[in-house]
């Protein structure tokens, strides 16, 4: 008998969750799951095609009637097949999941941009939590949670054997409690504990503001729903706050988790004016998309930078991918997560779900970004810069009897202007910008020997 979809909602947490089953059929069980290699020497039962393993069946029989029968507590029907399915999906890969009534509206909230919890986006690694990024503004990342960060315990109970939605169950919690992380991280000798409070997490997805006169930077928190029309309203700010028209743009999706699919196609036909802008292959008819950019680019083909970094995953991949394979921008920073593979949210019932891997997703050039992440064409780590011109400052100019220029001297207070203290802390931010002025420059110098 063939289980029906009778519904799926195309959404994303943190990793890809487009739905496969858009066009809403019925999905075969040789649809939903990988065939199994089958020896020739084993019991099996129904046709070739859909064989089922006489012999693991039996096995698995014999295990559920031992766990009946011997196990210290008692332990119903309903929560042994929960806890096999369960196993079923967890051990696939590490962003399967079976979605039980309370982790089902969790996804469902995580999407719309507030929940409730500490702020970080996680994923299982080795049996424990890792850290993808901790999202901006957000109890976590005001408390030092870094990108890269191992958990292993919450609280007082060890990570190892829980399943990441157990993990995230745990992290969620009243508004005004505490959990403490402790944490593994790299360049540290001993684990860390980290004291966070929990909170209701209100997403931000776009924040945009001028750097300098024409230089313009939108920082993407996370893509949701509405992402890609706050984008064009962000570039549309800008060029209305420098005269109509941007010298230069910079997109920083740095320690961006991801977010929903539609909302990264979005952002990157926002600059694009044609093209492919990501496809995704899997093993169904449904699971095999194609995205185009329409024409129109909103910046009007203003010069852009795309910084990422090892906390960019999934949705943020798409967007740096594409507008490199475009060559419509130059991708900064480190390399990002590797969050290529392709979830689809699958109801049961009115209450459970599956998250399955359905697919993974390539750029427009044909890369997969599985396990292998996008490589800048400019690799910048994170540094902190220190002045070295500290004390006075002398020149021609605070020479006495000095020729005088003829347009009016500078003043040796002037030749140090105030800086902008957030481009200065940010090395990163700062290189960004440097480029796109050196850019500007060779753009300006080129149209005046034409």
Do not use: W
């Amino acid at each position: 008998m063939k289980p029906v979809i009778h519904s799926c909602k195309t959404t994303l947490l943190g990793g890809l969750l487009a739905a496969t089953c858009l066009y809403g059929v019925t999905a075969t069980a040789q649809e939903s799951q990988p065939a199994e290699a089958v020896s020739p020497h084993a019991d099996t039962m129904g046709s070739e095609e859909g064989a089922l393993p006489l012999d693991d069946l039996r096995k698995f029989t014999e295990v559920f009637s031992r766990i009946k029968d011997a196990y210290v507590e008692d332990v119903s029907d309903k929560e042994l097949l929960e806890n096999a399915i369960k196993g079923m999906l967890s051990g696939l890969d590490p962003h399967s999941a079976y979605l039980e009534p309370e982790a089902y509206t969790e996804l469902e909230e995580t999407t719309t941009g507030e929940f409730g919890g500490l702020g970080i986006e996680v994923g299982m690694e080795d049996g424990f939590v890792k850290v993808i990024a901790p999202i901006d503004d957000t109890p976590a990342q005001k408390a030092g949670v870094q990108a890269g960060d191992l958990i292993i315990k919450l609280g007082d109970e060890p990570v190892k054997g829980m399943t990441l939605q157990d993990a995230v169950t745990r992290m969620r919690g009243e508004p005004g409690t505490t959990l403490t992380l402790t944490i593994m991280r790299d360049g540290e000798s001993a684990p860390i504990e980290i004291d966070v409070e929990r909170a209701v997490i209100k997403v931000t997805s776009i924040k945009s503001r001028t750097l300098e006169p024409g230089y313009g930077y939108i920082r993407i928190t996370q893509f949701q729903d509405e992402t890609g029309d706050q984008f064009i309203n962000a570039i549309e700010t800008l060029m209305s706050e420098n005269d109509g028209n941007l010298d230069g743009l910079i997109i920083d999706v740095r320690n961006n988790p991801g977010g929903i699919l539609q909302a990264a196609v979005a952002t990157s036909d926002a600059l694009l004016d044609e093209g492919l802008i990501v496809y995704t292959e899997g093993r169904i008819q449904s699971s095999r998309l194609r995205f185009n950019a329409q024409p129109g680019d909103v910046s009007n083909g203003t010069p852009v930078v795309v910084l990422i970094n090892g906390g960019s995953a999934s949705a943020s991949e798409i967007l740096a991918g594409a507008l490199q394979d475009h060559e419509r921008a130059v991708v900064m920073g480190t390399r990002s997560f590797g969050k290529g593979s392709v979830q689809t949210v699958i109801p049961l019932d009115e209450t459970h779900a599956i998250k399955m891997t359905t697919a993974r997703y390539f750029t427009p050039d044909g890369r997969s970004i599985q396990a292998r992440g996008i490589e800048p064409d400019i690799t910048v780590r994170p540094a902190t810069l220190t002045e070295l011109e500290g004390g006075p400052f002398f020149s021609e100019a605070s020479l006495s009897g000095h020729l005088k220029n003829g347009e009016g001297d500078i003043k040796p207070e002037d030749r140090n202007a105030p800086s902008n203290s957030e481009i200065d802390r940010d090395y990163q931010l700062r290189s960004a910008l440097n480029l796109l002025k050196g850019m500007g420059i060779l753009s300006r110098k080129g149209a005046s020997q034409e």
